[in-house]
């Protein structure tokens, strides 16, 4: 059983603190590891599977799909692809009518950060402390952690970091080389913090004045995540450039980067292979389907709200604060996550962490209510316990 563990450890790039699982079969809100353990999945892949692991829909989409075309290069029209970009443009906010189809969050930041300096002609971001926006050298540059950058400098220049939620001071960092803002509405990995409604009116209100692009991530908080389709809705915001990935197409690689008609672009100015791959707009489709049918978003919002009701955070002594929005839980301890994290796993349930002392909860929202269930009685017992260190 341990085979395939030690395959990976010897030949993968130890890039990851592993778990110890060998997950092998999924089913909505479960997985099970190879030795047929059941585990609720309240990691749901870092927030992707929002529709549910090996969600049929989904699954019979991409069989379709894979009997039919797999590849066809943007030089190409498709009729998956073709759907999927209307059906993009229908649910985002009034402000957006291109997309840019790519392969992960990153990509969607990377494409982000190349249109706005085309469009503008200028070279400078004001970012948030705290942002995560991906690994990739330009991605990079536009995230917060010093750690994630260190060795890899130089980056790109021009990238400025303030607090978030402080409006005077991004205001302060705006220069006449500032080409955009690029903002998470929802900080995921940088520790689940909620942007405040007064907060982004303003940054939206300035980005006119100074006609500055906004570009707003909601890679971790699209697709129903937050209780709404999109996080956006709660300060109704109307981005310049909307990054989208994660749980776009329920776990199948897709990123999106959508932008209004002032974006510049034209032939040769970017591109990718896989980018709009109808293999993957088939399952985005799909996905989508299932999210407005469903209506997942209302789930999202209900179920968060059954959490924050039944999970009784402020009186276990470890826990200093709890942040929700939807079903992106944000747990802040007065100590170190991972030992409550490796006890939740033990227990069942696979949580991930968001910086050193946050668990975070980011379970697909089609879970079922007992499951949530059992998810607050494993937390309320394992964060109660007073012998982890
Ligand atoms: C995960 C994430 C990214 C990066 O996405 P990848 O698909 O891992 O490249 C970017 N922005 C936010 C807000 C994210 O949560």
Known sequence: MKAFQEMEDQFSLPLFNKRGLTLVRGENALVW????????????GHGVVNVGHANPRVAAALAEQAQTLITCTGSFYNDKRALLLKKLIEITPASLDKVFLCNSGAEAVEAALKFA?????KTDFVCAR???????MGALSATFNPN???????????????????????QKAITDQTAAVLLEV????????????????????LCKEREILLIIDEVQTGFGRTGRM????????????????????????MGAMLCSAKIKASPGKHGSTFGGNPLACAAGLAAIEFIEEHNL?????????????????SELAVVKEVRQIGLMIGIELKKKAQPYIKALQEQGVIVIPAGPKVVRLLPPLTIEYELLDEVIDKLTDVLGQTTLQ
């Open 186 to 205: 929802v900080q995921g990995e940088g520790g689940v913090h909620i942007g405040r409604k007064d907060y982004f009116e303003n940054v939206q209100k």
């Open 117 to 121: 300096r085309l469009t503008t002609g």
């Open 297 to 313: 978003p209302q789930q999202a919002f209900e179920k968060g709200q059954y959490f924050k009701k039944h999970f009784k955070g």
């Open 130 to 136: 705290r942002g995560f926006h991906g690994r990739t």
């Open 230 to 253: 999109f996080a956006s809705e709660y300060v109704d915001l109307q981005p310049d450039i909307l990054c989208l990935a994660k749980g776009i197409a329920a776990g199948v690689p």
């Open 148 to 170: 994630y950058k260190k060795d890899f400098e130089p980056l790109v220049p021009g990238f400025t970091f303030v607090p978030f939620n402080d409006f005077s001071a991004l």
């Open 33 to 44: 590891d190879i030795e047929g353990r059941r585990y609720i999945d309240c990691a749901g």
